[in-house]
């Protein structure tokens, strides 16, 4: 039995199709992930999930429950927004304690439990702080341990990081997914972020206009793509639409669209098959000299980013098409020129067809 399951969920505002047909199982102690663009639905399934939104069509089961019409307070679901939504008024134990009290448990227990859970997250001398005299990093760590003291059934994010800095976010990436893998909590966590995605799920879910466009664990969605969308929405990608011209037991050779002819690993695509070949940036490498490999394309460096632990090259073929090219950085790395004639080549194993 699956901790979360949604069947063929349909939500609909006016004419918009929120989320459409969706379909999804959770599996204990999972920290899955939705992640897409603004408005790709996965908000949306969140509130759903708690109750805070009633599908239009379709069924939500928790623990094998059906709970399309159970109100959020009886769902046993523990949630967490971007502003954190910790009463002003009350200390962090005050806090902490209020879902126990609304419970009824007993008072030497709630008690245990607060201690329990500050120090979990490493913060025992904060309980009787009040939200305004804590960092964001604390109140955020304090809104977490709050939705996860009552024990819920589900722990469900809502871009929890996002209000931080970039350098406390990446920190709290870190804290929040040790807590979630020592409480061992099945959690349900919403971004934009790719970073957020990629370094904390299990698994990720990529959506896109109310539709799952891929499942899989972070290194399988960056890997091996299944569409065009999610190659180019997750990281970066160099893309070529072309037509496979030959194929063999080990290689498939690809004519592009610009007129490049690409050698990938053998497929199950067909020759004369329309593809669309992947390559990441930090697959592609440059040289002053004609490289012996079966990728090849020249072109001129039109632009050059800096980017501390690489170098990022953007290349203008001699087609007109660009390819761009992550290159680690070290004081040996060979500098390339704005302007000058430079080759980029990469492996047959680098593409990825779709």
Not at 254 to 262: M, S, V
Not at 299 to 307: D, H, K, Q, T, W
Request: glycine share 6%; net charge positive.
């Amino acid at each position: 039995m699956f901790d979360l399951e949604l069947k063929a969920i349909v939500k609909q505002y006016g004419k918009v199709l929120a989320v459409d047909e969706l379909t999804l199982s959770v599996n204990s102690g999972e920290l899955l992930t939705l992640l897409g663009p603004s408005g790709c639905g996965k908000t949306t399934v969140l509130r759903s999930i708690a109750g805070l939104e009633k599908p239009d069509k379709g069924e939500i089961f928790i623990k094998g429950k059906l709970v399309n019409d159970t109100p959020v307070y009886k769902r046993n679901i523990g949630l967490v927004f971007q502003n954190y939504a910790l009463f002003p008024h009350l200390t962090v134990f005050e806090n902490l304690a209020f879902g126990l009290k609304i419970r009824k448990i007993p008072t030497p227990e709630i008690k245990e439990r607060v201690k329990k859970h500050l120090e979990l997250i490493r913060l025992p001398e904060i309980q009787d702080r009040y939200p305004h005299q804590l960092s964001g990093g604390q109140q955020q760590r304090v809104a977490l341990i709050r939705s996860v003291i009552i024990e819920p059934t589900l722990l469900l994010l809502d871009e929890p990081l996002s209000n931080l800095d970039l350098k406390l976010r990446v920190q709290m990436r870190v804290e929040l997914t040790k807590i979630q893998k020592e409480v061992g909590i099945t959690t349900i966590f919403v971004t934009h972020d790719q970073g957020e995605a990629m370094s904390m799920s299990d698994r990720v879910v990529v959506m896109d206009a109310g539709k799952i466009k891929q499942i899989g664990a972070p290194r399988e969605i960056y890997d091996h793509p299944q569409n065009r969308f999610v190659a180019e929405f997750i990281g970066e990608s160099n893309v070529f639409n072309g037509k496979i011209i030959e194929k063999n037991q080990f290689e498939t050779k690809i004519k592009t669209n610009g007129d490049l002819t690409l050698v990938a690993l053998n497929s199950e695509k067909k020759t004369q098959d329309n593809v669309c070949v992947t390559v990441r940036p930090e697959a592609v490498k440059l040289s002053k000299q004609a490289p012996p490999s079966k990728n090849v394309a020249q072109g001129n460096v039109e632009a050059i980013e800096n980017l501390g632990p690489y170098i990022k090259y953007h290349l203008r073929l001699n087609d007109d098409s660009k390819i761009t090219a992550n290159i680690s950085y070290s004081k040996n790395t060979l500098a390339y020129k704005m302007g000058e004639l430079v080759y980029a080549y990469w492996e047959p194993g680098e593409c990825t067809l779709i």
